[in-house]
């Protein structure tokens, strides 16, 4: 059985997951799994509402999720 090539964005984020785990030389991290989805949620909401034109209905819906959960997350990261 082979292995499943990995997605370009996985690849990148694989990456950069191992270079900030090697830059700790040796350091335990805190919190690393809030760390990582705040990075990356932040900047995803950012392009989506940019291709919604702003309408949190439209990006709620191409994220998958319900708009009070959006505006929630939109608010928690100071987009709103």
């Not at 990456?15 to 805190?30: C, F, I, M, Q, T």
């Not at 799994?33 to 989506?48: A, G, H, R, T």
């Not at 998958?64 to 608010?75: D, E, S, V, W, Y």
Request: charge should be positive; glycine fraction near 4%.
């Amino acid at each position: 059985m082979s292995k499943k090539k990995k997605q370009p964005f996985a690849e990148c984020l694989s990456h950069s997951l191992k270079r900030y785990l090697e830059d700790l030389n040796g350091e335990v991290p805190a919190s690393l799994y809030d760390m990582v989805i705040s990075q990356v949620e932040k900047p995803l909401l950012e392009v989506v509402m940019e291709c919604a034109d702003n309408n949190q209905s439209r990006a709620a819906q191409m994220l998958g999720i319900n708009r009070n959960t959006l505006r929630k997350k939109l608010r928690d990261h100071g987009l709103i």
